[in-house]
């Protein structure tokens, strides 16, 4: 049997739990965070939609592609894109360009960044500050302003219509990147391993590849792939250095895919090529998330 006073009790504590869910710091934090997951769920959304609707439009027949009605899976799904872009053009040669320049472009900035990166970010000189800064500076220029002087030089130097000379002008803007980020990374590292390093007769550069790179690893993985990531899809110098398929790359052969007639757009193969140069970048990513995550944050607390 309940004790006198336990029902007015148990009532008093029910009010109170009640009036705590209605408290406005509590709508407010439930409120917030609805919007964050909306905010949330609409950045993904966005994200995700122009890649979905890649994927889904290379399977389409291309009547679905001009047809009134919404198909939003591709019934019935078709590969013949697919194999127009690999049987119908030399789109194989222009995936074999883009990994050169890419990778060569990728190799090259680490190697020449980390070497200058390491001597801005160590070593002691007075004007390391002023071009810190003045390679900061090369990356605010828009390409469009150094396209004349570049195609000069690459016609003077007999480059044009080249892989070397697409490394080159691709350099241009990668190289500060790499040097910018990878100097934060070793301004954080601790000077005792290179002390002890010089005190054992290791040369700046035997320390640089021995005793600093190694602990650079998620750094060099993020400038590496954002390096790469930017050579892969650049347009502008492909388009202006190249000539005919023999180095053009595949944004620039996405470009020139011709229709049938002068008035026909493609855009089942270009859907289908887009995927095929979307796929190799977005497994990149997923292989590597946790090192670019790691390398990300570390420049970010060291920069």
């Keep these: 049997m309940a004790r006198p006073g336990t029902s007015t009790l148990v009532h008093a504590q029910v009010a109170a739990r009640g009036r705590a869910l209605v408290r406005p ?3 407010r934090r439930r ?3 609805l919007l964050f997951y ?3 769920a609409g950045i993904v959304v966005y994200s995700v ?10 399977f389409k027949p291309s009547v679905d592609l001009f047809s009134e009605r919404l198909k939003w899976i591709p019934s019935p799904a078709t590969l013949v894109h697919y194999v127009t872009v690999f049987f119908g053009a030399n789109f194989g040669k222009n995936l074999l360009n883009s990994l050169i320049v890419a990778g060569g472009v990728t ?3 680490l190697t020449l960044g980390c070497l200058a990166a390491y001597a801005l970010g160590r070593l002691r000189f007075p004007p390391r ?11 605010m220029f828009p390409q469009i302003s150094v396209l004349s002087g570049l195609f000069v030089l690459l016609q003077a130097l007999r480059l044009f219509n080249t892989h070397v000379g697409l490394i080159l002008s691709y350099l241009l803007f990668t190289l500060p990147f790499t040097v910018w980020v990878m100097t934060s990374y070793f301004r954080g590292l601790p000077r ?5 390093a010089y005190v054992d007769g290791a040369s700046p550069l035997v320390t640089l590849l021995r005793v600093v790179l190694p602990l650079t690893g998620p750094g060099l993985v993020t400038t590496g792939l954002l390096s790469f990531i930017a050579a892969w899809n650049e347009f502008l110098f492909a388009l202006t250095f190249t ?5 053009r790359t595949v944004p620039v052969a996405i470009a020139f895919f011709g229709g049938a007639t002068a008035y026909e757009v493609p855009w089942g193969p270009i859907m289908a090529a887009s995927v095929v140069v979307t796929t190799p970048l977005v497994v990149l990513v997923l292989l590597f998330q946790q090192r670019i995550v790691a390398g990300l944050t570390a420049g970010a607390v060291k920069g």
């Design 107 to 109: 190799g090259v900035a």
């Design 192 to 196: 005792e391993l290179e002390e002890s």
């Design 243 to 247: 000539v005919g398929e023999r180095v």
């Design 25 to 27: 710091g509590w709508v």
């Design 38 to 40: 909306l905010i949330i």
């Design 129 to 139: 500050n002023a071009v810190l800064y003045l390679v900061l500076a090369m990356t």
């Design 31 to 33: 409120v917030g965070r």
């Design 49 to 58: 939609f122009p890649f979905y609707w890649a994927v889904t439009s290379s």
